[in-house]
């Protein structure tokens, strides 16, 4: 999961205009919109990187799992709060990426850590 948060920062930081477009329709074609996909690229990034990293050094992944949960079921749920300016073929993508991200975390968030005595 934290492979795939950072290739989709690195999409969403180098190509925004490819990429918001997808999520927001036509307005991800202005410069606000390409400035909130570099944002949401950089948050990726830095979660998905800081849980590798906790990883490679041993350290607890559950506080950066249960960090990657609120953005991943925001981002759903403010696609279905401003769904009717989201592209109606996004929509499913979206849902299933953020709430599928965010349900895949809360299902494993218990367990990662469990060979560190519960730290």
């Known amino acids: 999961m934290s492979i ?3 290739a989709i920062g ?7 205009g490819l990429w918001a477009p997808v999520w927001v329709g036509r307005d991800g074609m ?3 919109a390409r400035l909130f996909s570099r944002a949401v690229g950089a948050r990726d990034i830095a979660i998905g990187a800081s849980t590798l990293a906790a990883m490679s050094k041993g350290e607890a992944v559950r506080p950066w799992v249960i960090a990657a949960i609120v953005p991943d079921a925001v981002d759903a749920i403010a696609t279905f709060i401003e769904r009717e300016d989201v ?3 996004s929509r499913p993508l979206v849902y299933l990426m953020g709430g599928g991200a965010a349900a895949a975390g ?3 968030q218990g367990s990662v ?3 560190k005595n519960g730290h």
């Open 10 to 16: 690195v999409g969403l930081i180098t190509a925004p």
């Open 30 to 32: 202005s410069g606000a």
């Open 113 to 115: 850590d469990s060979n």
């Open 4 to 6: 795939g948060r950072i």
């Open 87 to 89: 592209p109606k073929i």
């Open 106 to 108: 809360a299902a494993i």
